[in-house]
């Protein structure tokens, strides 16, 4: 069993920062892959960012250059940096992971970008 918390989501205008946060129940390098999903009213569930490996990362095309991925081990938690926001990018941001071939997903956290 897995447990993902998420945090740090909130109202900012476009153009600005945001991080959000997931702490998991594991360490984090037990799970793969890991990364952040989103969901916008009315629309699926996309890939956002994630590990699919110790070192190698996958982003969206709509994020890149703009959203980074990191974690710190130490911590059991994985950041999402997400610079240069855009009223598009609103949307409940899920922490995801792979363990043992079971997805976990942790409960949710919303963004909303101002124009």
């Known amino acids: 069993q897995v447990q993902l918390v998420e945090s740090g989501g909130g109202l900012v205008q476009a153009g600005g920062s945001l991080r959000v946060s997931c702490v998991v129940s594991?360490?984090?390098?037990?799970?793969?892959?890991l990364g952040w999903y989103r969901q916008a009213p009315g629309k699926e569930r996309e890939l956002v960012a994630r590990f699919t490996s110790i070192v190698r990362t996958e982003y969206a095309d709509s994020v890149k250059g703009r959203f980074t991925i990191s974690r710190d081990g130490t911590k059991s938690t994985l950041y999402l940096q997400m610079d240069s926001l855009k009223p598009e990018d609103t949307a409940v941001y899920y922490c995801?992971?792979?363990?043992?071939?079971?997805?976990?997903w942790g409960q949710g956290t919303q963004v909303t970008v101002s124009s």
């Open positions: 594991r360490s984090i390098f037990n799970l793969n892959p």
């Open positions: 995801h992971g792979k363990y043992f071939d079971v997805d976990y």
